[in-house]
């Protein structure tokens, strides 16, 4: 990847303090208006409030060069679709670069949503995490013309084997997945270690009030206050339902516990 970074001389020596966010998502999008729901709810509004990330769009229609607004065109060699043009998303992404102080790029990444990515997965976010700066592409129609990716972008990251009509529900799912790991975002840390995946393991089951519902009771271990037994029947069910619901992350798990030991 070429980044083709015109303006750095002109950049200020701006240093991280304390009280600038730990991270920065910049969304890249034909349709903005998407995200503003999501991205003001719930965990991700606060960790917005709080200071700890935030979130500037980008309109890509707002770089085309016609009267018409025009960001698409059709496909050299013939094929279904439009492809999104390259001059106008690196344009896009360069509006972007500009407002990013030099020295923070080593821990920029620029990321297309595309099904043809890496899959997402808690190991990615927890790397993603590590970034300050992390700008996402959404593609649109057919998708983006290839030489795009070739100077803009470090990596394509994928939510899974399906095709969607575009990155902006993909980019959603990944700004969740990776600001719910920036440290001070969720209140107690040990809810996100103890989390499904985390330890390539799926967590145990849990219950609340009322101790029976339905004629169905919370399991007795649960209420009997034996903190040993309490985490000995935890792991069991971890493992339990990692091996009947999920085998592929049970074997896995297998293989990476036998290599352990
Ligand atoms: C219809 S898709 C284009 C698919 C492309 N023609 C291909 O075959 O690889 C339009 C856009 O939706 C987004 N997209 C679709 N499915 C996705 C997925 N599973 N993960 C991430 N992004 C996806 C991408 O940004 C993509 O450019």
């Given at each position: 990847m070429v980044h083709p970074r015109s303006f750095e001389s002109g950049q200020s020596s701006k240093l991280l303090s304390?009280?600038?966010?730990?991270l920065q998502f910049h969304l890249i999008s034909?349709?903005?208006?998407?995200?503003k729901t999501v991205l003001e709810s719930s965990l991700l509004g606060k960790a917005q409030k709080k200071g700890l990330v935030t979130y500037s769009l980008t309109q890509i229609?707002?770089?085309?060069?016609?009267k018409h607004r025009t960001v698409d065109d059709t496909p050299f060699g013939g094929s279904e679709g439009m492809l999104l043009k390259p001059d106008i998303l690196c344009d896009a992404w360069e509006s972007v670069m500009q407002k990013v102080p030099v020295e923070e790029t080593p821990k920029l990444k620029t990321i297309l949503l595309s099904p043809q990515g890496r899959l997402l997965d808690q190991a990615l976010a927890r790397e993603l995490a590590q970034s300050t700066h992390l700008i996402l592409v959404c593609g649109h129609?057919?998708?983006?013309?290839?030489r795009f990716i070739e100077l803009c972008v470090d990596q394509e990251v994928s939510i899974g084997d399906y095709v969607l009509t575009g990155g902006e529900l993909p980019a959603l799912v990944l700004v969740d997945a990776v600001t719910r790991l920036v440290?001070?975002?969720?209140?107690?840390?040990r809810s996100i270690t103890e989390e499904?995946?985390?330890?390539g393991l799926l967590k145990y089951p849990q219950y609340t009030r009322p101790r029976e519902f339905r004629d169905l009771k919370v399991p007795d271990v649960l209420l009997s206050g034996d903190h040993g037994a309490i985490g000995a029947w935890r792991q069991n069910q971890m493992l339990d339902r990692t091996e009947k619901k999920r085998p592929d992350l049970w074997q896995k798990f297998s293989l990476k516990s036998k290599s352990r030991r």
């Amino acid at each position: 990847m070429v980044h083709p970074r015109s303006f750095e001389s002109g950049q200020s020596s701006k240093l991280l303090s304390r009280s600038e966010p730990v991270l920065q998502f910049h969304l890249i999008s034909l349709f903005p208006e998407v995200f503003k729901t999501v991205l003001e709810s719930s965990l991700l509004g606060k960790a917005q409030k709080k200071g700890l990330v935030t979130y500037s769009l980008t309109q890509i229609r707002d770089f085309a060069r016609d009267k018409h607004r025009t960001v698409d065109d059709t496909p050299f060699g013939g094929s279904e679709g439009m492809l999104l043009k390259p001059d106008i998303l690196c344009d896009a992404w360069e509006s972007v670069m500009q407002k990013v102080p030099v020295e923070e790029t080593p821990k920029l990444k620029t990321i297309l949503l595309s099904p043809q990515g890496r899959l997402l997965d808690q190991a990615l976010a927890r790397e993603l995490a590590q970034s300050t700066h992390l700008i996402l592409v959404c593609g649109h129609y057919e998708g983006v013309d290839e030489r795009f990716i070739e100077l803009c972008v470090d990596q394509e990251v994928s939510i899974g084997d399906y095709v969607l009509t575009g990155g902006e529900l993909p980019a959603l799912v990944l700004v969740d997945a990776v600001t719910r790991l920036v440290p001070g975002v969720v209140g107690n840390e040990r809810s996100i270690t103890e989390e499904s995946l985390e330890n390539g393991l799926l967590k145990y089951p849990q219950y609340t009030r009322p101790r029976e519902f339905r004629d169905l009771k919370v399991p007795d271990v649960l209420l009997s206050g034996d903190h040993g037994a309490i985490g000995a029947w935890r792991q069991n069910q971890m493992l339990d339902r990692t091996e009947k619901k999920r085998p592929d992350l049970w074997q896995k798990f297998s293989l990476k516990s036998k290599s352990r030991r």
